[in-house]
């Protein structure tokens, strides 16, 4: 091994492809979007240097302060469900006693083919106010509780945030799966000959040692919520009114409604910092010894 990672010639060869690729598809266009922010610019005519005008604008933007509570919203909210669930449905297909479980395996993934269109659409039909499945439920159960589900100055957001956590559930369980497996085996054959039941060696054991793949997922909800934007576009268009605007939403609306690239790309330069910033603090959380 000392003889191959000595060689920084050859480590260099092969590895500047990779880096030359990779600064082209990201580091570049993240440059390229900064240098923008500091102009006033439509997209097509002259643009104007002001400097960081665009960002000081930012900080008195409304919008920016409901689309970054929004993105938290939505981001513990697929955290939680899709997190928490796909953790208890992993440890409960990773246990052989249980029966079906390849079914149930297909049956968590089987959302996240399905296109966001498709799946959006069905739950619309779910949140019908009239005729919506929500609701005949709760009727049904003789509960007097009803709810406009997505015209609702509150309640959209989690709403429209369930979707996203319903549809890609599946998506956390595969690794949350992937990560309760790669622990061995013995550690709980250990743990209950010591005198542990099932549910005790995995919060001691199982769940410590798959640290890694929490932080990966965590890191993957906090991102995701974040930048959400796709459900929002099609069940509300952002409605009722700005409510449900996320940081994308607002990106969008200036860059090609408003015609105001150079606040856009302000904009984007604010989601990619915010990004990052949650994925310097996810990793610095789970760098500690314990969770």
Not at 14 to 39: E, G, H, N
Not at 109 to 125: D, E, H, K, R, Y
Not at 162 to 187: C, D, I, R, T
């Amino acid at each position: 091994m000392k003889q191959y990672l000595g060689n920084k010639r050859a480590i260099l060869f092969f590895l500047t492809p990779a880096l030359l690729l990779y600064s082209i598809i990201v580091f570049y266009p993240i440059l390229q979007t900064f240098y923008r922010s500091l102009f006033d610019w439509d997209g097509l005519s002259e643009a104007t240097f002001i400097g960081f005008d665009n960002f000081i604008d930012l900080t008195s933007d409304p919008l920016m302060i409901t689309s970054l509570k929004n993105g938290f919203i939505f981001a513990l909210v697929i955290g939680v469900f899709q997190i928490g669930l796909g953790t208890f449905l992993a440890l409960v297909c990773a246990d052989a006693t249980v029966k079906g479980r390849k079914i149930l395996k297909t049956a968590y993934f089987i959302p996240v083919v399905l296109s966001v269109s498709v799946v959006c659409q069905l739950w619309l039909a779910m949140y019908d106010p009239d005729n919506g499945l929500i609701n005949k439920m709760f009727h049904a159960l003789g509960m007097s509780y009803q709810q406009n589900w997505l015209n609702s100055t509150t309640v959209s957001i989690i709403a429209i945030a369930f979707v996203n956590a319903w549809q890609f559930m599946g998506y956390q369980f595969a690794l949350l799966y992937a990560g309760v497996k790669s622990v061995p085996e013995h550690y709980l054959e250990a743990a209950r000959i010591d005198g542990a039941d099932k549910w005790k060696a995995h919060w001691y054991i199982t769940l410590p040692l798959m640290k890694e793949t929490f932080k990966f997922c965590f890191i993957i909800c906090i991102t995701a919520g974040i930048g959400a934007y796709v459900q929002m576009a099609i069940m509300t268009n952002g409605g009722p009114g700005t409510t449900n605007y996320t940081i994308t939403f607002m990106i969008f609306r200036n860059a090609f409604s408003a015609n105001e690239y150079g606040y856009a790309c302000a904009i984007s330069v604010v989601l990619v910092l915010i990004s990052l910033l949650a994925t310097l603090i996810i990793n610095k959380a789970f760098s500690r010894n314990e969770i």
